[in-house]
């Protein structure tokens, strides 16, 4: 079943590992810790190889495009404001754009409005309404699959 997917682990015990852990961190994700911090995000429960195994898995579903799409958003919010508007162009043109050629986000249309109407002049948390639906559509349908 694990045969020719070079980009989740290399094997399906591995596999199975990983998403063991990873799931009992997103039920802890919902938990308290000692302190009453709750734990911060999706972002923080996933390492390096727990990104690609997720990755991986979005792409087997057809919606790999929304961790691509946060990752950029990710990305813009540090980026210096002299790249702003040219990252912002692109992220809007591969992700929201209604003709977007492969990779449209799933964003309703006020938020595509919205998104559209600061492109002239960006700031640095333009895209983070955006970010934050896309998110909870990973976290609430994509991930608890995972």
């Known amino acids: 079943m694990c045969k020719g997917l070079s980009s989740l682990p290399s094997s399906c015990l591995e596999a199975k590992g990983m998403r063991v852990k990873l799931i009992h961190l997103a039920d802890a994700h919902h938990k308290h810790l000692h302190d009453g911090k709750t734990l911060q995000d999706l972002e923080t429960l996933l390492n390096t190889k727990g990104l690609q195994a997720f990755r991986g898995f979005l792409r087997s579903e057809f919606s790999e ?82």
């Open 65 to 146: 495009e929304n961790l691509e799409f946060w990752l950029a958003c990710e990305d813009f919010r540090v980026s210096p404001s002299n790249l702003l508007k040219n990252k912002a162009s692109k992220i809007y043109s591969q992700f929201v754009n209604p003709e977007a050629p492969l990779e449209q986000v799933n964003l309703d249309a006020e938020t595509r409005e919205a998104l559209l109407g600061v492109m002239e002049s960006p700031s640095a948390d333009s895209f983070l309404e955006a970010q934050q639906r896309i998110y909870s559509l990973m976290a609430k349908d994509s991930f608890p699959r995972f």
